[in-house]
């Protein structure tokens, strides 16, 4: 009889915890009519992010340091290094410009947000029900909003400026080791890059680190592999609590087309582009690479984070999907901190469905605004639950401030997409992760491991 091998059991465990956790919480919320009880839910949400995510979070920081450091000792030569980044941010920053153009050319293709196109659209009813869950949200969040929101008000170029401050202030970091107690992702790569770099110049000398880095990128893998036997349960509870809380029926209904809009895009972009870039510039088949990274995919529709996915992804990449240590350990670190082609997609549909709801008509220049700060404002999201949502008003400010006059879309008008936003958020996530992915393996080809 065939022995299942552990990734196959895994898969199967995931699948059943997505499948399971999506009737358990439709149940709930069908039982209690749309009110489940917080306690309950809490209850899920304790425990799938607590023993499952919480796990996944407490390996993250020294893998992406070990990986970095043993990844550049790899690569070895700095001008191969120079090499390896330069095609991995290129490889970036054109597969999301490519992903906001499809948002972009989808959204204002259909209109899902204007109901002057067939009756479907929202109505000043929904909107002002919008409205009030975004006042509900809480005040942390709101202040977190309209934070990011002041990065737009002073123009497109200070929109961009803000952006580009940002992503600076993250890659000259004052503190690495405050970063790293903060979470923060991409310092920790800036300092790991410029560590590796020296311990490599440094020759014989920085040998004895880099074997201690070496081991600890060992040990980190093999307790990752340990938490992956608890993903099935993790996911199950982490969906069951997404669904059971997802209610207000009558802002569901118009959200449908919208919702759909952005899950073509993502599908689209998932599914066609991104396989069409592997296979033209990766010299692989798409589809198979699809299907040994799906542990990955799963776990981040599951966890709805990429950075908690990190290490699943890391792991199916190297074990299952052919990619170079090179690459798993340089390439897909620094893709879960700043290659979010489906958070950029996500932002320009967001956007351009939200002026459409306010009969706001964006012309051609602030379509153009739309594609330049969403690809900037999804770089400086974080890889963790709904970041895009708080981004995302920078590019509406930007927007507002390119049309003057009086008619501006209120900050308020997020409210309107945050019941549906966390679907969407485990469909984007699984997009970015994915895009993560091809990327190794299109590095692996274009500079593989030496020797």
């Not at 020296?198 to 680190?209: E, F, K, N």
């Not at 008008?413 to 997009?431: Q, W």
């Given at each position: 009889m065939h022995k299942l091998s552990k990734h196959t059991i895994l898969t199967i465990g995931i699948l059943a915890g997505l499948i399971f956790g999506g009737v358990v919480g439709q149940v709930m919320f069908t039982a209690y009519g749309g009110n489940v009880p917080t306690a309950a839910l809490e209850g899920f949400k304790f425990i799938g992010d607590t023993f499952f995510i919480g796990l996944l979070k407490m390996v993250l920081i020294p893998l992406v340091v070990s990986s970095v450091i043993v990844g550049v000792a790899t690569i070895g030569d700095p001008s191969q290094l120079g090499r390896v980044g330069g095609w991995t941010v290129l490889y970036y920053l054109c597969t999301m410009v490519i992903a906001v153009v499809l948002g972009v050319f989808l959204v204002t293709t259909v209109a899902p947000g204007d109901p002057n196109r067939d009756g479907s659209g929202i109505g000043p009813e929904v909107i002002a029900k919008g409205e009030a869950a975004y006042g509900h949200e809480g005040e942390l969040k709101r202040q977190r909003i309209e934070k990011k929101a002041e990065a737009g008000r002073h123009g497109v170029a200070g929109a961009l400026w803000e952006s580009f401050r940002n992503i600076a202030k993250q890659l000259i970091p004052a503190n690495p080791i405050g970063a790293a107690a903060k979470g923060q992702i991409l310092p920790v790569i800036?300092?790991?890059?410029?560590?590796?770099?020296?311990?490599?110049?440094?020759?014989?000398?920085?040998?004895?680190?880099?074997?201690?880095?070496?081991?600890?990128?060992?040990?980190?893998?093999?307790?990752?592999?340990?938490?992956?036997?608890?993903?099935?349960?993790?996911?199950?509870?982490?969906?069951?609590?997404?669904?059971?809380?997802?209610?207000?029926?009558?802002?569901?209904?118009?959200?449908?087309?919208?919702?759909?809009?952005?899950?073509?895009g993502l599908l689209v972009h998932g599914l066609i582009v991104l396989p069409l870039v592997l296979w033209v510039f990766g010299r692989t088949n798409p589809y198979v690479f699809i299907c040994q990274m799906r542990e990955a995919l799963m776990t981040a529709f599951g966890t709805d984070s990429?950075?908690?996915?990190?290490?699943?992804?890391?792991?199916?990449?190297?074990?299952?999907?052919?990619?170079?240590?090179?690459?798993?350990?340089?390439?897909?670190?620094?893709?879960?901190?700043?290659?979010?082609?489906?958070?950029?997609?996500?932002?320009?549909?967001?956007?351009?469905?939200?002026?459409?709801?306010?009969?706001?008509?964006?012309?051609?220049?602030?379509?153009?605004?739309?594609?330049?700060?969403?690809?900037?404002?999804?770089?400086?999201a974080a890889g963790i639950p709904s970041a895009g949502l708080v981004t995302m008003v920078i590019v509406v400010e930007a927007v507002n401030n390119s049309l003057g006059g009086d008619k501006t879309l209120p900050l308020a008008?997020?409210?309107?997409?945050?019941?549906?936003?966390?679907?969407?958020?485990?469909?984007?996530?699984?997009?970015n992760v994915w895009g993560d992915a091809v990327g190794a393996k299109i590095i692996t080809r274009i500079a593989p491991d030496p020797g």
């Open positions: 800036a300092f790991s890059l410029i560590l590796g770099i020296v311990l490599t110049s440094i020759g014989a000398r920085g040998q004895p680190l880099i074997d201690v880095f070496r081991s600890l990128f060992a040990a980190i893998m093999k307790l990752v592999d340990w938490i992956l036997w608890l993903a099935p349960m993790g996911v199950f509870c982490l969906v069951t609590w997404t669904v059971a809380r997802l209610g207000g029926e009558e802002l569901l209904r118009p959200l449908a087309k919208y919702m759909v809009v952005v899950v073509a990429s950075s908690a996915t990190l290490p699943v992804t890391m792991e199916c990449a190297e074990q299952l999907g052919g990619v170079s240590k090179k690459s798993a350990g340089f390439v897909l670190p620094l893709g879960a901190t700043i290659n979010m082609d489906g958070t950029a997609l996500y932002e320009a549909v967001a956007v351009v469905f939200l002026f459409q709801c306010y009969g706001i008509e964006l012309g051609t220049t602030e379509l153009a605004v739309i594609v330049v700060t969403a690809t900037l404002a999804a770089v400086g008008a997020v409210g309107i997409i945050i019941g549906v936003d966390r679907i969407l958020d485990m469909c984007r996530t699984t997009v």
